[in-house]
C-alpha cells in the first residue's frame, strides 16, 4: 500500500497514521524495526517518533492539529515501536472529549468533496509538478512553526507540554552526545546518568521530528561536540543507519560522527549496549564505516 501513502502526501490530505514500527521480511518479522518508517521518509509525510505511550496518545492528538492547520495541510505518521510500545500496557493520562474538541476544531479542508465536481489526481505538465513540489516543501518548512504553536494550545489545553522535535538530555556541557530516536533515547538516557555517575561528560539528544528533518536544532546541540554517535534501528542496506546518514553531516569539522545500528529485528537494546557504544566513540579519533551490534534476545 506504499503508493497510497505518497497519494495521501501528494494530494495534501491531512491524515493522520499510526505506524506499529515493525522489521521488513522476509524471513518473517514482527518485532521493532525503523526501517518501515524511514523508508517512506521521501514520501511527503510529517514523522513523529514515540518513546512512550504517554506520548503516543498525545502525539495522535497534536497530529491531527498539525496536519489540519492550512499552512501544513499534509499527512503527519506517528511512529511507535511494535510490542515496545504497541503491545505493552502504562498508566497514561486519557483527556476528556471536550478538553480534545476544544484542542481540535472542526477541519476545514479546502479540497473536500462536495456538490461542486472537482478533479483531482490527474495529469500534471512538467511545470506544474514542479510548482506543486515546492509548494509541498514550503509547506513542510512550516510544520515547525505550527508544531510550536500545536505544542502551545496542548499545554493550555491539557496541562503538559508536548516534546518539541529534537529533545536533549544531559547535553549542554556533554563532550559526547548519543543521538537516537524512540524508545532507545530512554534507554540512552539512562546510561547517561550512569556515566555522569562515573565522572563521564556524556549526553543523550532525541529526535523525535524525523520529517522535516531538524537540521538547524541539531546543528546547535553538536556545536562544540567532538564525538558524536549515532543509533539507528534500522539498516539502509549497502550504506547503513538512516538516521546516522542524515546527521552526521551537521558535525562540526574535525569532530568524529560514528554510526551504529543495533536493536534491527526487535532485539532488546539495553543500557550496557549503549555504554559499550560510548566507550567505542571514545576510543576513535576518525569515523569508520557504520557498525553493526548484536542486541540481547
Known sequence: MAENVYAAALLRLPVVMVAANRTLG????????????LMLRDSGWVQLYCADNQEVLDSVLCAYRLAEDHRV??????????????????ETDVPSQDRVDRLLPPLD????????????????????????????HEAMARVFDVYREVQDAFE??????????????????????????????????RAVDEARARGERLGSVRVRMFRPFPAEQLSALFRGVA???????????????????????????GAVAQGYVIGVGGG??????????????????????????????
Request: hydrophobic share 45%; proline share 8%; glycine share 10%.
Open 73 to 90: 495541510l499534509l499527512p503527519v505518521l506517528v511512529c511507535q515501536e511494535g510490542f515496545v510500545l504497541s503491545h505493552t500496557m502504562t
Open 156 to 189: 493550555r489545553e491539557l496541562g503538559r507540554r508536548p516534546a518539541d522535535p529534537v529533545v536533549p538530555y544531559r547535553a549542554g556541557d556533554a563532550d559526547a552526545l548519543v543521538v537516537s530516536m524512540g524508545t532507545i533515547a530512554s534507554t540512552a538516557e
Open 268 to 297: 532488546d537494546v539495553r543500557p550496557e549496549h549503549v555504554a559499550a557504544i560510548a566507550a567505542d566513540l571514545r576510543a576513535r579519533t576518525t569515523a569508520g564505516r557504520p557498525v553493526l551490534m548484536e542486541a540481547g534476545a
Open 109 to 136: 479542508l479546502p479540497g473536500r468533496l462536495a456538490a461542486t465536481p472537482r478533479v483531482m489526481g490527474g495529469i500534471d505538465a512538467p511545470h506544474t509538478t514542479e510548482v506543486h513540489r515546492a509548494r509541498h
Open 26 to 37: 522476509p524471513p518473517w518479522n514482527i518485532w521493532a524495526d525503523h526501517g518501515d518508517t
Open 227 to 253: 564525538r558524536i554517535a549515532v543509533i539507528d534501528r534500522d539498516i539502509s542496506l549497502g550504506f547503513g543507519g538512516v538516521l546516522w546518514g542524515e546527521a552526521r553531516g551537521l558535525a562540526e569539522p
